[in-house]
């Protein structure tokens, strides 16, 4: 082994402080964030207005339309609005059609617009009729001598 291949006292000394001012600076950076917390000397970046509650703007995204087609479905929050376009082959050139576009601002207000069986009325009746049984009905309890345990189990003995 040659001495060109271990440093000097004055390199090692040298590296050594390289080293240790480093570890300092990242220390105090480290220290200067722990102080500050959540309070920032920036404004935040904020590109546009957050709404109150809830989602808001418009969302694009895809989805079947028939078999072997593919459309992408726009829905916008604030008007109320869902619109999807599909891709037609025009002369050998893709483009962008229009297919359907709706408001659903009025739906809400349909109790039973096209919709399957059981309808809401179904629906509300058996709530109804659930709500006013006794509650010593809805599930038998299995008693200590079988009565009340369902036909071929027994109720567990002491």
């Given at each position: 082994?040659?001495?060109?291949?271990?440093?000097?006292?004055?390199?090692?000394?040298?590296?050594?402080?390289?080293?240790?001012?480093?570890?300092?600076?990242l220390?105090?950076?480290?220290?200067g964030?722990?102080?500050?917390?959540?309070?920032?000397?920036?404004?935040?970046?904020?590109?546009?207005?957050?709404?109150?509650?809830?989602a808001?703007?418009v969302?694009?995204?895809?989805?079947?339309?028939?078999r072997?087609?593919?459309?992408?479905f726009?829905?916008d929050?604030?008007?109320?609005?869902?619109?999807?376009?599909?891709?037609?082959n025009?002369?050998?050139?893709?483009k962008?059609?229009?297919?359907?576009?709706?408001?659903?601002?009025?739906?809400?207000?349909?109790?039973?617009?096209?919709?399957?069986a059981?309808?809401?009325?179904?629906?509300?009746?058996?709530?109804?009729?659930?709500?006013?049984?006794p509650?010593s009905?809805?599930?038998?309890?299995?008693?200590?001598?079988?009565?009340?345990?369902?036909?071929g189990?027994?109720?567990?003995?002491?």
């Amino acid at each position: 082994m040659s001495a060109e291949s271990y440093p000097t006292p004055i390199q090692r000394a040298s590296g050594n402080l390289a080293q240790w001012l480093i570890v300092a600076l990242l220390a105090a950076i480290a220290g200067g964030l722990w102080l500050r917390g959540e309070q920032s000397g920036l404004p935040a970046a904020v590109a546009q207005n957050a709404g109150l509650a809830g989602a808001r703007g418009v969302y694009a995204f895809t989805g079947p339309i028939d078999r072997d087609q593919y459309g992408l479905f726009m829905l916008d929050v604030d008007e109320g609005t869902v619109w999807c376009y599909a891709f037609d082959n025009v002369d050998g050139t893709r483009k962008l059609r229009l297919v359907a576009a709706r408001t659903w601002v009025y739906d809400r207000y349909l109790k039973d617009f096209n919709c399957a069986a059981p309808d809401f009325r179904t629906v509300q009746q058996l709530v109804s009729e659930q709500r006013s049984r006794p509650t010593s009905e809805s599930v038998p309890r299995p008693s200590r001598d079988g009565a009340g345990s369902p036909p071929g189990r027994e109720a567990p003995g002491p």
